[in-house]
């Protein structure tokens, strides 16, 4: 802890040597901004006197992020990823293990689950786009004839009649596919490097002779099936999905709630999204079900062997896979912990809502991008989120809200003089409270991106690539004090950028030019 403080009064001093200057470009991000938050607690000022504000809040985190910029270069300059082939004399206490037959350590055992990540998300992108764009599709797209994939539901759903005004507008356009010849992993061992190394090995069997006179006894036994639960925000009074929108849903006190009656574990979660995430799992829930009977019975004529077939181990059934953006994808964060068991369903009027508690245990997997804090009390590897570079949503709760509101008023009341040297006491205020706030014994109160967390940052060297980067969690030292400090992911990042990263197209362009060291595209 002495070092970490140590490391944070450092940068501080360093930070007095970068001389603040104010943003030329467009002011539009900070103006939404001004106009998201002042409907809360700065409704005395006007639009512009809070842009101004903010405009001047952002000089810290600039001059935080220039920083990160030369570290991050010198670090890929001085550091290199090592690699060892299976069956090699390499006993380093750093091996990390194998990833398909390949002895990996170091950088390269990271760089593994981080390619992984990239194509997880990716192909997350392209099923969020598919529910935008009315399902049209080309020979080779998603839903193409030779995939076998079909739309099992499609309806947009609202929260029930009992929410309050600040759930009212907060709906899901949802889409279920059923993909009948998938026969990869679920759960935690769902999508990453292991699948795409097993899906690059089925492609070779079936090219070569053997495997095809084994396909014939094998494939219709071994393919376990998979719904694709594509998750996208509807905004009940206007279709457009806009900052103050957000903003609204997510300045809420958090919930908490009881994890089991047989003891007083508890968690933190945003009410209205996971109420939300209870109605969904009520609407497609029912659709899974079935299907997952028809399935059982459909090659069964007899009773005793529908009984048998009831009783398929979680390995044997479809996995359940929830993609979403946005808000859409905290609810699929929190739905995928209810199908888990790993949290309740939201009190309801029927009697049988608790039996989706548990329903889909070691078989549900989420991937969500730009997904807000959600829960906190429960660590999850079935769940990945992805962050891109300064998006705000993931960096919005109702305590970062909350300290935001304070920011601002505070260099509002400073005057000329307050703002002039004011940043260097923000800065202080800032990494004290992204170094505590993971450490806080009211950890539990605030509210965390879900899952397995991954930052990409798009860099202005090599060409405009971005890197990519484990965060929160377990990952602890010197990527959690860049996560708390130069990236400001316990606090609201003021960027120009903080809105234009949270589009779906951002998120797509920042995952297509991460660069890894150790990994090469020989397409080219």
Not at 80 to 104: A, P, Y
Not at 320 to 325: A, E, K, N, Q, S
Request: net charge negative; aromatic share 4%.
């Amino acid at each position: 802890m002495a070092s970490i403080l140590f490391s944070a009064w450092a940068l501080l001093l360093l930070l007095c040597h970068v001389i603040p200057t104010a943003s030329k470009s467009r002011s539009d991000a900070y103006d939404m901004l001004a106009a998201s938050i002042r409907r809360n607690e700065l409704s005395d000022y006007d639009i512009k006197t809070i842009s101004s504000a903010l405009k001047g809040l952002s000089t810290t985190q600039a001059a935080l992020k220039r920083i990160d910029g030369t570290a991050h270069e010198m670090y890929q300059r001085t550091h290199k990823s090592s690699t060892t082939l299976e069956g090699d004399d390499d006993d380093d206490e750093d091996s990390s293990g194998k990833i398909g037959g390949l002895k990996v350590k170091g950088r390269m055992s990271r760089n593994a689950a981080r390619v992984g990540c990239v194509a997880d998300a990716l192909f997350a992108a392209e099923l969020c786009e598919l529910s935008a764009s009315n399902h049209d599709e080309t020979e080779d797209g998603t839903l193409a004839d030779w995939t076998e994939r079909e739309i099992v539901f499609n309806a947009t759903i609202h929260p029930d009649e009992s929410t309050n005004n600040k759930q009212s507008n907060v709906a899901l356009s949802v889409l279920v596919i059923y993909e009948p010849k998938y026969n990869g992993g679920a759960g935690v061992r769902h999508g990453g490097i292991e699948d795409l190394l097993s899906f690059a090995q089925e492609e070779a069997d079936d090219d070569s002779d053997s495997a095809e006179s084994n396909s014939s006894t094998q494939s219709t036994s071994s393919q376990r099936g998979r719904f694709i639960i594509i998750l996208s925000d509807h905004d009940a009074s206007s279709s457009k999905n806009d900052l103050p929108y957000i903003i609204s849903t997510l300045d809420v006190p958090p919930i908490r709630v009881k994890l089991n009656s047989q003891s007083n574990e508890m968690a933190s979660v945003s009410e209205p999204l996971y109420r939300l995430a209870g109605t969904l799992i009520r609407s497609v829930g029912q659709v899974i079900d079935l299907n997952d009977k028809n399935e059982e019975v459909s090659d069964n004529e007899s009773d005793s062997e529908a009984t048998n077939d009831t009783q398929k181990q979680p390995s044997d059934r479809p996995a359940i896979h929830i993609v979403g953006h946005s808000l859409s994808g905290a609810v699929g964060a929190l739905a995928a912990n209810i199908l888990d068991g790993r949290l309740p369903m939201p009190s309801s009027e029927e009697t049988s809502a608790t039996r989706w508690s548990g329903f889909a245990r070691d078989r549900v997997s989420a991937l969500c991008l730009g997904c807000p804090p959600c829960i906190s009390g429960i660590e999850v590897d079935f769940v990945t989120s992805v962050i891109n570079g300064d998006d705000i949503v993931p960096r919005s709760s109702y305590s970062t809200l909350q300290r935001l509101y304070g920011r601002t008023e505070r260099s509002i009341k400073g005057g000329i003089l307050g703002k002039g040297v004011g940043w260097m006491s923000d800065a202080a205020r800032l990494t004290v409270t992204g170094l505590t706030s993971r450490s806080s014994k009211k950890q539990d109160a605030h509210l965390a991106v879900p899952g397995r967390v991954y930052l990409i940052r798009p860099r202005r060297i090599g060409g405009g690539s971005s890197s990519i980067h484990e965060v929160g969690g377990s990952i602890g030292g010197r990527e959690n004090f860049r996560a708390a400090v130069l990236w400001q992911l316990n606090d609201v990042l003021l960027s120009k950028s903080l809105w234009k990263h949270h589009s779906q197209s951002s998120y797509i362009r920042s995952l297509d030019r991460v660069q890894l060291k150790g990994f090469s595209d020989d397409t080219d």
